[in-house]
């Protein structure tokens, strides 16, 4: 039986298909159209799990679209009952647009999928997909479930207890009282962008001193013992005007909201340290309540918030669960694998075959290439190259990591959800003082406060960070053990401390010691498990940077064609590719062409 | 400009006519009573 599951119209449209409960492919509309967060109905992400099974549409006995539109719907009005006179203008701008693109999803589907498609189409509720996404790949029979995202239909977060192929929602939070809108308001002050810049305003967090956090706590968010929240909507827009917030929120803090590209002055992070406590004091909370609603030992996590791997970091260490799995693609992309799941197991018994085993696949449910595509593609770019054995592929690239030289990495299939995990991953050498700017500055032309994410062998994990678990998703903060660090005791500035050197891993280790790591397994991505541990063996590191394969604005890239491009246009040194090593040195980029190609992309 | 066009802009025209009705005759009605019966503020929880 082929279920495929669907999520549309809002950011990151996805498709996901399953064959009976085994995942067969899932991936992100935008990897294919090149729109970075494509909210279009994901035809072509449809076409390449169709492929992946080599099956044909009316094969399918099943599609199931992540939520509810009619729920949707009811929401929207009672909004504008609750908003009523205010928010006309809002209304009269996005209601009928709504109707025409969002609300009749049936004859969407009809009109792209056919009437046969459509026929088989049902819908589920926008939580319950997170959910589903959350506990049914994970590896527990039994376990509290939190989603937590901006908005679904009604709901902002859920708890719910997953046992066996169950889920029962036990409280829900509705809208406008959400951790993630109030995260992303935040976002907005800052001066960055809502669902792409709530991991540049973490990053950002580290920088600065929690110095406006009672001031949020008091004006701006109830939080009750529970973990609940009330958000003060005197000082948030979102609900009757298309800005998040107005001149009010700004006078409370006392600065004007920043605007994007200009400076980041030290009261930015420290608003961005304030926000991220804030928000850790409530999903802390939340977690606590939900253990005490299951009194399960194991936790999954679900829904934009969960990104937030730094929460994650305290959630490991001080929420009360035993364990905790975070669906890798936490964000609405993740919906379209939840919804195919939650209607396969409705039908179906669950059994987790082995515990710590989830059955995502490492999340390597995209697309791959075979090296006769990776060769004509090469040519057709005109790049010179060369093919070699898998295991001179490896040496050779372990090699020019310890040379600090900078590569791209695509091989296997592509990741699902938003981070690169090893298959489509620009990576260098993490002991390297300056690989941090060259590579912000150079290769992603992005801000240079950004940090970048470690790969780490997993049986090494505990060598250099505080972390007692795999962390396969680089899902979790974790700080680096203390013996690696050069500590200076000095509270960190982001006008002047952006690059020390912190640690014997510099490139990899943030402002306040910790780092975002993802730990390699041999099981679930033996090439670059091999590449790491070779690397290893040559400089006794088994640290890499590991950042997504694209520059700031693109979508990650999907074929060889993207990659090769995204090579020539950057200052990347070499790109390994299949079998195939390509050298910049013997293919040269021009000035003019690059900053065509870094124009060519909208800054997110 | 050629029919399906114009038949794209009366659809629109119409949609935004229908939207402005709804908001009139339900929203308006709707909101001002719900003004009237403001629900009491939850004192320890906000769960539903
Ligand atoms: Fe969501």
Redesign the pocket.
């Known amino acids: 039986m082929y279920t495929l599951g669907i999520s549309a119209y809002y950011h990151d449209s996805a498709a996901a298909l399953l064959k009976d409960d085994k995942i067969i492919a899932a991936a992100q509309e935008e990897r294919f159209t090149r729109i970075k967060h494509d909210a279009a109905f994901p035809i072509k992400a449809v076409n390449y799990c169709l492929e992946e099974a080599e099956i044909s549409l009316s094969q399918i006995d099943s599609i199931v679209y992540y939520e509810n539109p009619t729920l949707k719907l009811s929401r929207i009005i009672s909004n504008h009952i609750k908003n009523v006179f205010k928010g006309f203008f809002l209304y009269m701008d996005t209601f009928p647009q709504y109707l025409l693109q969002k609300h009749f999803i049936k004859r969407n589907v009809t009109k792209i999928l056919g009437k046969e498609a459509a026929a088989k189409l049902t819908f589920l509720h ?1 939580h319950t997909s ?1 959910l589903a996404s959350a506990f049914y790949p994970s590896p527990f029979e039994d376990a509290a479930i939190i989603t937590m ?1 901006g908005v ?1 239909e009604i709901e902002t977060t859920t708890i719910a207890h997953g046992e066996g192929s169950n889920i029962q929602i036990k409280k829900t939070l509705e809208f406008p009282d959400s951790v993630g809108l109030l995260y992303s308001v935040f976002t907005v002050f800052c001066g960055f962008k809502v669902n792409s810049g709530e991991y540049k305003l973490m990053g950002l967090a580290p920088y600065g001193q929690p110095k406006y956090k009672d001031l949020i706590q008091d004006k701006l968010v109830k939080i009750f013992a529970d973990g609940s929240i009330k958000l003060n909507m005197e000082y948030f827009n979102f609900c009757h005007e298309p800005r998040m917030f107005g001149e009010k929120l700004e006078k409370l803090i006392g600065i004007p909201a920043r605007t994007s590209e200009s400076p980041l002055t030290q009261e930015y992070a420290d608003i961005a340290s304030s926000i991220q406590d804030v928000t850790e004091i409530i999903v802390l909370k939340i977690a606590q309540y939900a253990k005490t609603m299951t009194n399960s030992k194991n936790l999954c996590l679900a ?2 918030v969960a990104l937030n791997c730094v929460a994650n970091g305290r959630l490991l260490k001080e929420s009360g669960f035993d364990k905790i799995w975070i669906q890798p693609a936490s964000g ?1 992309a993740g ?1 379209a694998l939840g919804a195919a799941l939650h209607h396969v197991y409705s039908c179906k018994p669950r059994t987790v075959e082995r515990e710590n085993t989830d059955s995502m696949q490492g999340s390597y449910l995209g697309p791959q290439f075979s090296d006769e595509n990776i060769e004509k593609a090469l040519i057709k770019l005109d790049l010179s190259f060369t093919k070699l054995k898998p295991d001179t592929l490896i040496e050779q690239t372990a090699s020019l990591l310890k040379n600090d030289k900078v590569i791209g990495w695509f091989q296997g299939r592509m990741e699902f959800g938003p981070r690169a995990l090893g298959n489509r991953s620009i990576i260098g050498n993490a002991q390297s003082p300056n690989l941090q700017k060259q590579m912000n500055l150079k290769i992603k032309f992005r801000e240079s406060f950004r940090p970048f994410a470690p790969s780490v062998l997993e049986e090494d994990v505990e060598h250099y960070f505080q972390l007692q678990c795999p962390s396969p998703y680089m899902l979790l903060v974790a700080t680096v053990n203390q013996d690696r660090c050069l500590n200076d005791g000095i509270s960190p500035n982001i006008e002047s401390d952006i690059h020390q050197v912190r640690s014997d891993i510099p490139a990899v280790t943030h402002v306040d010691y910790t780092a975002r790591v993802q730990s390699v397994s041999k099981k679930t991505n033996p090439k670059y498990h091999a590449l790491i541990s070779k690397f290893k063996s040559i400089t006794d590191s088994a640290v890499i940077i590991n950042t997504s394969f694209n520059i700031r604005g693109e979508p990650i890239v999907c074929t060889p064609e993207d990659a090769i491009k995204c090579f020539k246009l950057t200052h990347m040194d070499a790109l390994a590719i299949g079998n195939y090593l390509v050298l910049k040195e013997q293919n040269p980029s021009n000035k003019e062409e690059i900053d065509e190609y870094i124009n060519s992309f909208e800054k997110d | 400009m050629n029919t399906s066009t114009l038949l794209k802009k009366i659809k629109y025209v119409l949609l935004y006519i229908f939207s402005l009705i709804i908001y009139l005759f339900y929203i308006v009605p709707v909101g001002i009573i719900a003004r009237l019966y403001k629900k009491p503020l939850k004192q320890d929880s906000n769960w539903s």
């Open positions: 926008h997170h995202d679904g829904g934009g609405d919906t």
